[in-house]
């Protein structure tokens, strides 16, 4: 462990000198092998980190920006080390799958339609055509929306897992690119340049929205894609139309698979005539009693615990509503496998709980972790019939820092 601290270490450090060698004047191509050596395998996740640490201890973003060509560079070298599965790419509605799109409707447009015409410009200046490029860079502008999506739905999930230096890094580079094409639109209009510094500026600007598609797809989504869960994907794609697309929409919304919960449990039910004496009306019979269903939503709510409840076949049944949730639920993860509601980088912890207290090898496994000033207590237990069959898992979340800091006695009532 201490080695790969050090490691880390002593990449922030280099990291840090090559920022500064950029910043005095060094190019991409010189500081690229060393960057390249660097980052040898490591994920694009944890070089965002690496910045994101840098701009924490005070390093501007704008000196954290220079590296964005550098990512380019070498990451097209070596698609292979951070190339993100397909599967959420190739799901329409998706947000991954509706950012993809658009970029590739902003290279058709790019490429068949602004760079023949701007070949042309250079043989054949004329106003006519002049104006049929400030058409097409009108459309090409149409990327604001693609970058205000980015900027507004999904950095602000990253922000709340803590990731904030590599979108701010990104967004500042966004602003860049669309001042860029606005600047273009207006010499085209003006017509206060000449065909071939015309050519020139606009190639420049193409190439920059070329590289920040690169950026997107080989850094920004898949750190996106390790990082944010299925509820969290499903609020950007439900929220994505308010700000609008980008020369492309989505043909059909996407929906998550779901387990109709309620029809799982009539079926359980119908399977498992009880034995017992029935409760009386509008009660549910216990071994040790009789309670309503309000009474008992009511006594789970009351806890100072969160409880989540998954049944045998991985599917989230139940979550209790206290009043200070530790981890935030929404009713939209009732009827999903339990795999879907992590984050992808979790995920595996969370099968390989599952598997063991099914399976019968554990009882309980239990974590513990400080959040700001909480310290959370995460307990998960096998829930099994009395005949030992395994029913589900349940997971039980506490804030223990009150308890912890219990000293001596008390034997009298608060005032």
Same mark, same amino acid.
Request: glycine share 4%; aromatic share 6%.
């Given at each position: ?6 490691? !880390? ?11 500064? $060698?950029? #910043? ?21 996740? $944890? ?11 005070? =390093? ?43 970029? !590739? ?15 042309? =410009? ?11 490029? +400030? ?22 999930? +990253? ?18 690119? !669309? ?35 690169? /950026? ?24 994505? #139309? ?15 698979? !779901? ?40 006594? =789970? ?108 006695? /008390? ?5």
């Amino acid at each position: 462990m201490s080695e790969h601290i050090n490691n !880390r270490e002593y990449r922030q450090k280099v990291l840090k000198e090559l920022i500064m $060698e950029l #910043h005095d004047g060094k190019t991409v191509d010189e500081v690229k092998e060393r960057f390249e050596k660097l980052i040898e395998g490591i994920s694009a996740s $944890e070089i965002s980190m690496m910045e994101n640490q840098l701009i924490m201890e005070g =390093l501007p973003i704008t000196e954290v920006q220079r590296l964005c060509d550098v990512h380019a560079a070498v990451f097209k070298g070596s698609i292979e080390e951070i190339h993100m599965p397909d599967n959420p790419a190739d799901i329409p509605g998706h947000p991954i799958h509706t950012f993809k799109m658009e970029n !590739r409707a902003l290279e058709r447009l790019m490429d068949k339609t602004i760079k023949p015409l701007l070949n042309e =410009l250079i043989e054949n200046d004329n106003q006519k055509l002049r104006e049929n490029i +400030l058409t097409e860079f009108t459309k090409l502008y149409e990327l604001d929306k693609h970058y205000l999506r980015k900027e507004n739905l999904l950095f602000p999930f +990253l922000e709340k897992y803590e990731i904030t230096g590599p979108p701010q890094v990104m967004w500042g580079v966004d602003d860049e690119i !669309r001042e860029d094409i606005k600047d273009l639109m207006a010499s085209l209009s003006n017509s206060d340049l000449d065909a071939k510094e015309l050519s020139t500026k606009a190639h420049a600007a193409i190439d920059r929205v070329h590289e920040m598609i690169f /950026k997107e797809e080989n850094i920004l989504l898949p750190m996106a894609q390790e990082t944010l869960n299925e509820d969290e994907w499903l609020k950007i794609a439900k929220e994505s #139309h308010e700000l609008g697309y980008c020369l492309y929409e989505p043909k059909k919304e996407w929906k998550p698979a !779901r387990v109709n919960v309620e029809e799982k449990s009539k079926k359980s039910q119908s399977a498992n005539t009880a034995d017992s004496k029935e409760a009386p009306a509008g009660y549910i019979k216990f071994e040790t009693g009789v309670l309503t269903q309000k009474e008992i939503e009511a006594m =789970l709510n009351a806890m100072p615990v969160d409880i989540t409840f998954v049944d045998k076949d991985g599917i989230v049944k139940y979550f209790s509503e206290g009043r200070e949730r530790i981890f935030p639920r929404t009713k939209a993860v009732i009827g999903r496998t339990v795999a879907n509601c992590h984050p992808p980088g979790s995920v595996h912890i969370v099968e390989k709980i599952v598997e063991d207290l099914m399976s019968g090898k554990k009882d309980n496994e239990d974590f513990w972790i400080k959040m700001g000033d909480k310290y959370t207590l995460i307990r998960y237990f096998a829930v099994r019939d009395k005949d030992g069959s395994y029913l589900g898992t349940l997971e039980f979340t506490q804030n223990i820092a009150p308890i912890k800091a219990i000293e001596g006695e /008390k034997r009298l009532l608060s005032e």
